[in-house]
């Protein structure tokens, strides 16, 4: 007996965004990348395309994170030079893109002038020919000053800045316009919250297609149902084409996992947990497939290891 | 929820002017102003201001300088099939057909021309007799439309059953039927046709009818209504539209939606 499939037909498709710019298009990246486009929802392939595979930005700090020991080894004494680290995520490591996060900029920390952030994005940007994602400390108002300074330095290399919110936008929403950036658009894991700061950014003149999503994302059991609802809510606006949630969306999954007990509490600790070198790949691989899921095009993470699992799941699924 | 403008009809003195004297000013006028309101498709109607035999020329016209100013889709409404021909050949982008009763000869006329052009149709629930007083009536037209669909090939999205509204002052007891009309052509095909009303008719000759406008249209839509052609410049009933959106979470709450909602 031969079964139809009950396909659903969408009247529009998740907006395209293309990060990194080359010599020819004004930046110095040695090829760029395409994320979104998809047609339906993500890897039903018999409803409609996934256009652009999701593509994987790895972590890199400028100061020494601290973050389990496991991922530390993994990469090594580069740790301390951002440049080197960068270039190791995408010779060894396969990293499609590389996140740098400045924390060093924290006035609470080393509380680096905007000048020194700037030259270590020039350094990191020489480092390797990817495309970069840049985002400052945990201070907004700090990193309004490091942002425009480092927009500026690095004019036309179609940086993803961020981050924007909703009340803290303005600013790093004219440094991105200004000077030929791309920008995360951040809310609260709130959906209408997501809607009304693509319009307050779409308003001051940045095109659609130059904001991506940050829907903020939990760990593996720390609410990533949530999460998903929340994206899958985007997802389905953008098909039934709302213009203002059509934009790809990246999740910081590194940061979400490792933040969880499961990924790094020790053996001893957790006897009935299972061997610590497998759960600690397995709860951020395990978080980066979950939201992939549901239409993950940028996933930002840590640990190697779980990298690698990644990049053969999105294989999987896209056969790209 | 769609809008289709219907401002741009040979009824009103001043569109009816500029088709005797060839003036595209004020038709342009209504297309830019409509579109700023919020339609997303504009009702085109030469109304009587055109002697039958001259309606293909203007149609053709009409259509020609709307484009000039407009990217809007466009719903071409007479009851000359040779006019709205005449204007679909030139329409850039798919048309609507407004509109086609429930009558065979009238449907052999429309469907394959809608197939032919990729253009919808609006179907009245009436024949040759007229307009049914119930809702039973009304949908048993509906579903003759609805097979004709079927037939011809015209995908049911592309067909807008019209449960044609009457004046409220006159009468009344239309009111109700045509909103549990709207409920049950929702439920004749799946996908189900789309449903559509002019909507302006429940208030003519009332004093209060942007009021009883409004009202009306939340209470259709809420049965069932997928367009609407009316006032794309009474602010107030956009405004209801895109509320219902929301509330019917058929969009994604903002806090700026009912400008979101006007964006084209």
Not at chain 1, 17 to 24: D, K, P, Q, R, S
Not at chain 1, 75 to 80: A, C, E, L, P
């Amino acid at each position: 007996m031969s079964v139809t499939l009950v396909k659903e037909k969408y009247s529009s498709k998740v907006g395209e965004v293309v990060l990194g710019a080359t010599a020819e298009q004004g930046g110095t990246r040695t090829s760029t990348i395409t994320v979104g486009g998809d047609s339906a929802l993500p890897f039903l392939h018999f409803e409609g395309e996934t256009k652009n595979r999701p593509v994987i930005a790895m972590e890199v700090t400028d100061v020494v994170p601290a973050w389990n020991e496991m991922i530390m080894n993994q990469i090594g004494d580069v740790i301390n030079d951002p440049a080197a680290w960068a270039k190791k995520c995408v010779d060894d490591f396969g990293a499609d893109l590389i996140y740098l996060k400045l924390n060093g900029a924290d006035p609470e920390g080393e509380n680096r002038s905007p000048e020194d952030c700037a030259r270590i994005v020039k350094d990191v940007l020489a480092a390797v020919g990817v495309p970069l994602i840049v985002e400052g400390c945990d201070d907004s108002e700090k990193n309004n000053e490091i942002m425009a300074v480092i927009a500026e330095a690095a004019t036309g290399e179609n940086l993803l800045i961020g981050i924007a919110e909703q009340d803290n936008y303005k600013s790093i929403a004219a440094a991105a316009m200004v000077h030929k950036h791309t920008l995360i658009a951040r809310s609260p894991l709130d959906i209408n919250i997501c809607k009304q700061l693509n319009i307050l950014i779409n308003e001051m003149g940045l095109p659609l297609n130059k904001i991506v999503i940050d829907p903020t994302v939990a760990g593996l059991g720390f609410g990533i149902e949530y999460v998903y609802s929340i994206m899958e809510r985007a997802r389905l606006g953008a098909l039934a084409n709302d213009k203002m949630l059509s934009m790809p969306i990246i999740c910081t999954v590194g940061y979400e996992a490792n933040r969880c007990k499961e990924a790094y509490a020790s053996n001893e600790e957790f006897p009935g947990w299972g061997d610590l070198a497998d759960r600690s790949v397995l709860w951020e691989a395990v978080t980066a497939s979950g939201v992939l899921q549901v239409g993950a095009s940028i996933l930002v993470m840590r640990n190697p290891a779980a990298v690698s699992v990644v990049k053969k799941n999105i294989a999987d699924m896209t056969g790209k | 929820m769609l809008i289709f403008g219907e401002r741009i009809n040979g009824m009103f003195t001043d569109i009816g002017d500029a088709l005797r004297n060839k003036d595209p000013k004020p038709i342009q006028y209504w297309a830019v102003k409509q579109q700023e309101g919020g339609a997303h498709y504009l009702d085109v109607n030469s109304g009587p201001a055109i002697p039958t035999h001259e309606r293909v020329e203007a149609y053709e016209w009409m259509v020609n300088v709307i484009q000039e100013v407009s990217e809007l889709p466009l719903v071409l409404d007479s009851t000359n099939y040779d006019a709205i021909e005449a204007g679909l050949k030139v329409c850039k982008r798919p048309a609507i057909i407004n509109s086609c009763p429930a009558e065979q000869v009238k449907i052999e006329r429309v469907f394959p021309m809608a197939i032919q052009y990729n253009a919808g149709i609006i179907g009245l629930t009436m024949d040759k007799k007229g307009i049914p007083k119930d809702a039973e009536n009304r949908v048993a037209f509906a579903m003759e439309l609805v097979a004709a669909a079927d037939e011809y090939g015209v995908p049911m999205e592309d067909l807008f059953i019209d449960p044609l509204i009457l004046p409220v002052n006159v009468a009344q007891e239309h009111a109700p039927e045509v909103l549990d009309s709207l409920r049950q052509v929702k439920m004749l095909a799946n996908p189900a046709p789309r449903t559509v009303l002019g909507l302006s008719n429940v208030s003519q000759k009332s004093p209060d009818r942007n009021l009883i406008n409004r009202t009306y249209m939340a209470m259709a839509i809420a049965s069932g209504l997928d367009a609407a052609i009316m006032d794309a410049n009474d602010d107030d009933l956009v405004d209801v539209a895109a509320t219902c959106q929301i509330l019917l979470n058929r969009s994604v709450y903002a806090d700026s939606y009912l400008k979101v909602f006007r964006a084209r």
